[in-house]
C-alpha cells in the first residue's frame, strides 16, 4: 500500500492523468508546444487498457494497422505488425517502443494515482493531489483516463470467502497465472469472457461459463500480416489516415478486417430465399450486413432470426445452443464482439455453460459457486464482469471546479459537457475521448490523435491570444447534450429493451444515459474544427470568464 506523505507544492504547464496511448501522445505534443507537463500513472507502465487487460485472448477488434499512430511518419514505416488484429502483449510492446522512441518515461510517474483535482479560482490554477502525497499545481489538467478503466465486481455474496484464486479480466497479474489442468470458472460473456473462453478452454482442466445474458459475437478474421501487406499498407499509409479521420467510425477497412462504413442494402426487401441465400454465404456476416438491423426493429428481430440459425449449426448441444441464443434485446443495442471460436469452444469436453437465467447465484463460498440449483467447484474465479464506463474512472477522482462544484455531481443525471472535451464549471480541464464524443463508438486511435491535437491547437491559440482559462458556455454545453441525445434516438442502442454499458445500465444506480456521440468521426472532427476556427465557439476564454460565474 502506498503510503502518502504530504509533500510540496510543484509546478507544472499541465497535469496530464493516464500513459495510455492518449497520455502517451499528449505529453509528447505538450513538449512539442514547449511546455512542462508531468503524467500520473497508476500502473507501474504504459499502456493503459493494453496494460491492465492482459487476459488470455485480449486482442483488439480493429485492425493493428489502423489501430496504431498516424502522428510520425517513420514511427509508421518501422513498426511491423504481425497479425491482422493484434494481441494484447503486442499492443502494449507498441505503446512501450513509442514511449521509448519519445523519450516519454522521464515525465511519467508511474504506481502513483490521482485522488483529487481542486480548481483555485484565485490562482486560476488546478491543485492535483495524488496518493503518494503529491501536491501538484498546473493551470491545465488533461484527463487521459481512459473509457474503460474503471473494472467492476459484482456484488455476489461470500465473494471473499473463496480459498482458490480470484481473479478478474481487466486486472490480470503481469506475472501471469497458470491455468493448466485448474478448474476455472469464468463469470461474465461480454468481450473479454468471449475472447478468454476459448483460450482457457485449451489449458485448464474443466471451463465453467457462467452466463447471464448470451452475447451477440461475430468471428474474427485475424490472420497473419504478410511481408506483401505490410509493404502495401506501408506505401499507402497518407491515404489510410486520411479515410480513418474522414469516416465513420475511423476505420478505412484496410484487408476488410473490420466492419467500415455502415452498409446501405435493407434485409427487410429480401424474400425468405433470399435472406437464406445470404445467411448460407456469409453465416454471422449476413447479421451486420444490413442498414435497416440498426434502425427498424422489424428487420432486426429478423437478423436475430438468422443469428440463432447460425449458432444452432455451430454448437452442437441443442440445448447449450439455445442457451447461448440471444433473444431479448436488438443485435446492435451493446458493442458487437469479436471472437475468435468462442461457439466452438461449446463442443469441448471440458467446456460447460452454466444459465444464470435458469439458476442464479446464490452465493460463492470456499470450495466454490453455488447456485439456485448446483454447488461447483473450482480451483481459479476469473471475473470478467465489465467496466463503469465512460465516466467511472472521472467520477473516482475527487474533481472540483468553480465554487467547488464536483464533476460527479455536476454528472449525477448523466455525463453533461461541449463536445465531450470540456464541463461547464471546469475550466481548463480537458477530458480525451469523454463521453458526448465519438469514442468507445469509434478506432479509439483515431479519436485519441484528434482530441490531443484539438487541445494541443487550443492551448498554442491561447498562449497566442493570451487567454488563461476556457471552458464552454452552459448554452453550447446544452445544445451539445441535446443534440448528442438526439442523435441517438431511434437507433437500437437506445431501445427499450437494450441495457448495455454505453447507457450505464451494467453499474446498479448509474443514471440511463446513452454516453458516446454517435454522429460519426468525420462529422464529429468536421465540428471540433469550425469550433476552433471560429475562435473556440461556444468557449468562454479568458477574460469573459465573468459572464461564466454570473450565470
Ligand atoms: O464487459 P461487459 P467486458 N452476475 O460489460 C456479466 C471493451 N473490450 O469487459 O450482460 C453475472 O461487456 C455481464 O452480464 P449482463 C469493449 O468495448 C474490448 O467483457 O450484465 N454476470 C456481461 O456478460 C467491451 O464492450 C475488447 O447480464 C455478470 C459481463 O459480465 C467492453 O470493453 C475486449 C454480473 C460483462 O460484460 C467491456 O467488455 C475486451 C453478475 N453479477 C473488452 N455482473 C476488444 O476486443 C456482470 N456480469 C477490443
Same mark, same amino acid.
Given at each position: 500500500?502506498?503510503?502518502?506523505?504530504?509533500?510540496?507544492?510543484?509546478?507544472?504547464?499541465?497535469?496530464?492523468?493516464?500513459?495510455?496511448?492518449?497520455?502517451?501522445?499528449?505529453?509528447?505534443?505538450?513538449?512539442?508546444?514547449?511546455?512542462?507537463?508531468?503524467?500520473?500513472?497508476?500502473?507501474?507502465?504504459?499502456?493503459?487498457?493494453?496494460?491492465?487487460?492482459?487476459?488470455?485472448?485480449?486482442?483488439?477488434?480493429?485492425?493493428?494497422?489502423?489501430?496504431?499512430?498516424?502522428?510520425?511518419?517513420?514511427?509508421?514505416?518501422?513498426?511491423?505488425?504481425?497479425?491482422?488484429?493484434?494481441?494484447?502483449?503486442?499492443?502494449?510492446?507498441?505503446?512501450?517502443?513509442? &514511449?521509448?522512441?519519445?523519450?516519454?518515461?522521464?515525465?511519467?510517474?508511474?504506481?502513483?494515482?490521482? /485522488?483529487?483535482?481542486?480548481?483555485?479560482?484565485?490562482?486560476?490554477?488546478?491543485?492535483?493531489?495524488?496518493?503518494?502525497?503529491?501536491?501538484?499545481?498546473?493551470?491545465?489538467?488533461?484527463?487521459?483516463?481512459?473509457?474503460?478503466?474503471?473494472?467492476?465486481k459484482p456484488d455476489i455474496d461470500g465473494m471473499d470467502a473463496f480459498n482458490g484464486?480470484s481473479?478478474?479480466?481487466?486486472?490480470?497479474? #503481469?506475472?501471469?497465472?497458470?491455468?493448466?489442468?485448474? @478448474?476455472?470458472a469464468?463469470i461474465?460473456?461480454?468481450?473479454?469472457?468471449?475472447?478468454?473462453?476459448?483460450?482457457?478452454?485449451?489449458?485448464?482442466?474443466?471451463?465453467?461459463?457462467f452466463?447471464?445474458?448470451?452475447?451477440?459475437?461475430?468471428?474474427?478474421?485475424?490472420?497473419?500480416?504478410?511481408?506483401?501487406?505490410?509493404?502495401?499498407?506501408?506505401?499507402?499509409?497518407?491515404?489510410?489516415?486520411?479515410?480513418?479521420?474522414?469516416?465513420?467510425?475511423?476505420?478505412?477497412?484496410?484487408?476488410?478486417?473490420?466492419?467500415?462504413?455502415?452498409?446501405?442494402?435493407?434485409?427487410?426487401?429480401?424474400?425468405?430465399?433470399?435472406?437464406?441465400? +445470404?445467411?448460407?454465404?456469409?453465416?454471422?456476416?449476413?447479421?451486420?450486413?444490413?442498414?435497416?438491423?440498426? /434502425?427498424?426493429?422489424?428487420?432486426?428481430?429478423?437478423?436475430?432470426?438468422?443469428?440463432?440459425?447460425?449458432?444452432?449449426?455451430?454448437?452442437?448441444?441443442? =440445448?447449450? &445452443?439455445? #442457451?447461448?441464443?440471444?433473444?431479448?434485446?436488438?443485435?446492435?443495442? #451493446?458493442?458487437?464482439?469479436?471472437?475468435? %471460436?468462442? *461457439?466452438?469452444?461449446?463442443?469441448?469436453?471440458?467446456?460447460?455453460?452454466?444459465?444464470?437465467? %435458469?439458476?442464479?447465484f446464490v452465493a460463492v463460498n470456499e470450495t466454490g459457486i453455488k447456485t439456485?440449483?448446483?454447488q461447483y467447484d473450482f480451483?481459479v474465479i476469473v471475473y470478467?464482469?465489465? *467496466?463503469? &464506463?465512460?465516466?467511472? &474512472?472521472?467520477? #473516482?477522482?475527487?474533481?472540483?471546479?468553480?465554487?467547488? =462544484?464536483?464533476?460527479?455531481?455536476?454528472?449525477?443525471?448523466?455525463?453533461?459537457?461541449?463536445?465531450?472535451?470540456?464541463?461547464?464549471?471546469?475550466?481548463?480541464?480537458?477530458?480525451?475521448?469523454?463521453?458526448?464524443?465519438?469514442?468507445?463508438?469509434?478506432?479509439?486511435? !483515431?479519436?485519441?490523435?484528434?482530441? +490531443?491535437?484539438?487541445?494541443?491547437?487550443?492551448?498554442?491559440?491561447?498562449?497566442?491570444?493570451? %487567454?488563461?482559462?476556457?471552458?464552454?458556455?452552459?448554452?453550447?454545453?446544452?445544445?451539445?447534450?441535446?443534440?448528442?441525445?438526439?442523435?441517438?434516438?431511434?437507433?437500437? $442502442?437506445?431501445?427499450?429493451?437494450?441495457?448495455?454499458?454505453?447507457?450505464?445500465?451494467?453499474?446498479?444506480?448509474? !443514471?440511463?444515459?446513452?454516453?458516446? $456521440?454517435?454522429?460519426?468521426?468525420?462529422?464529429?472532427?468536421?465540428?471540433?474544427?469550425? !469550433?476552433?476556427?471560429?475562435?473556440?465557439?461556444?468557449?468562454?476564454?479568458?477574460?469573459?470568464?465573468?459572464?461564466?460565474?454570473? @450565470?
Amino acid at each position: 500500500m502506498t503510503v502518502a506523505v504530504e509533500k510540496e507544492r510543484e509546478t507544472f504547464d499541465v497535469v496530464v492523468v493516464g500513459a495510455g496511448a492518449a497520455g502517451l501522445y499528449m505529453l509528447h505534443k505538450l513538449r512539442g508546444l514547449g511546455m512542462r507537463a508531468v503524467v500520473i500513472e497508476a500502473g507501474d507502465n504504459v499502456g493503459g487498457t493494453w496494460y491492465w487487460n492482459r487476459y488470455p485472448g485480449a486482442r483488439c477488434d480493429v485492425t493493428s494497422v489502423e489501430y496504431s499512430f498516424s502522428f510520425d511518419k517513420e514511427l509508421e514505416q518501422e513498426w511491423n505488425w504481425s497479425e491482422l488484429m493484434a494481441s494484447q502483449p503486442e499492443i502494449e510492446r507498441y505503446m512501450n517502443h513509442v &514511449a521509448d522512441r519519445f523519450d516519454l518515461r522521464r515525465d511519467i510517474r508511474f504506481e502513483t494515482r490521482v /485522488t483529487s483535482a481542486t480548481w483555485a479560482e484565485g490562482s486560476r490554477r488546478w491543485l492535483v493531489t495524488t496518493d503518494r502525497g503529491e501536491n501538484l499545481v498546473a493551470p491545465q489538467v488533461v484527463m487521459a483516463t481512459g473509457c474503460l478503466s474503471s473494472p467492476l465486481k459484482p456484488d455476489i455474496d461470500g465473494m471473499d470467502a473463496f480459498n482458490g484464486t480470484s481473479i478478474q479480466t481487466s486486472l490480470w497479474p #503481469k506475472e501471469g497465472i497458470d491455468l493448466t489442468g485448474k @478448474r476455472v470458472a469464468l463469470i461474465g460473456t461480454g468481450s473479454s469472457g468471449v475472447q478468454s473462453t476459448p483460450e482457457i478452454a485449451k489449458i485448464a482442466g474443466h471451463l465453467t461459463v457462467f452466463q447471464r445474458t448470451p452475447t451477440y459475437t461475430w468471428p474474427s478474421m485475424n490472420r497473419p500480416l504478410t511481408e506483401e501487406d505490410l509493404a502495401k499498407v506501408k506505401a499507402n499509409y497518407e491515404t489510410l489516415r486520411e479515410t480513418q479521420r474522414k469516416s465513420r467510425v475511423g476505420i478505412a477497412g484496410s484487408f476488410n478486417g473490420a466492419l467500415i462504413e455502415p452498409p446501405t442494402a435493407k434485409l427487410l426487401p429480401l424474400s425468405p430465399e433470399e435472406r437464406q441465400e +445470404v445467411l448460407d454465404k456469409y453465416g454471422f456476416g449476413a447479421t451486420r450486413m444490413f442498414a435497416d438491423i440498426a /434502425t427498424d426493429m422489424e428487420a432486426n428481430i429478423l437478423a436475430r432470426e438468422m443469428y440463432a440459425q447460425v449458432v444452432r449449426k455451430m454448437v452442437h448441444d441443442p =440445448e447449450t &445452443a439455445r #442457451k447461448l441464443t440471444p433473444i431479448d434485446y436488438p443485435i446492435g443495442c #451493446k458493442r458487437g464482439v469479436v471472437d475468435q %471460436d468462442y *461457439f466452438e469452444s461449446f463442443n469441448r469436453e471440458n467446456v460447460t455453460l452454466v444459465d444464470l437465467r %435458469d439458476e442464479p447465484f446464490v452465493a460463492v463460498n470456499e470450495t466454490g459457486i453455488k447456485t439456485t440449483k448446483s454447488q461447483y467447484d473450482f480451483d481459479v474465479i476469473v471475473y470478467a464482469t465489465g *467496466f463503469d &464506463a465512460m465516466t467511472g &474512472a472521472l467520477n #473516482k477522482i475527487d474533481i472540483r471546479g468553480r465554487g467547488g =462544484e464536483k464533476l460527479k455531481e455536476k454528472w449525477a443525471d448523466g455525463p453533461r459537457n461541449y463536445l465531450g472535451l470540456m464541463a461547464t464549471g471546469f475550466p481548463n480541464l480537458f477530458t480525451i475521448t469523454g463521453p458526448g464524443s465519438p469514442s468507445v463508438l469509434s478506432n479509439m486511435l !483515431v479519436s485519441i490523435e484528434q482530441h +490531443v491535437d484539438w487541445i494541443t491547437d487550443c492551448l498554442a491559440f491561447m498562449r497566442a491570444d493570451g %487567454d488563461e482559462t476556457i471552458e464552454p458556455s452552459l448554452e453550447a454545453e446544452d445544445r451539445w447534450v441535446d443534440h448528442v441525445n438526439q442523435v441517438a434516438e431511434g437507433t437500437m $442502442y437506445v431501445a427499450p429493451s437494450c441495457n448495455s454499458w454505453y447507457l450505464g445500465a451494467n453499474v446498479p444506480g448509474k !443514471v440511463r444515459q446513452f454516453m458516446p $456521440y454517435i454522429g460519426g468521426v468525420g462529422a464529429y472532427r468536421q465540428k471540433c474544427d469550425e !469550433v476552433a476556427a471560429k475562435g473556440y465557439e461556444g468557449f468562454v476564454l479568458g477574460k469573459a470568464r465573468e459572464a461564466v460565474g454570473a @450565470r
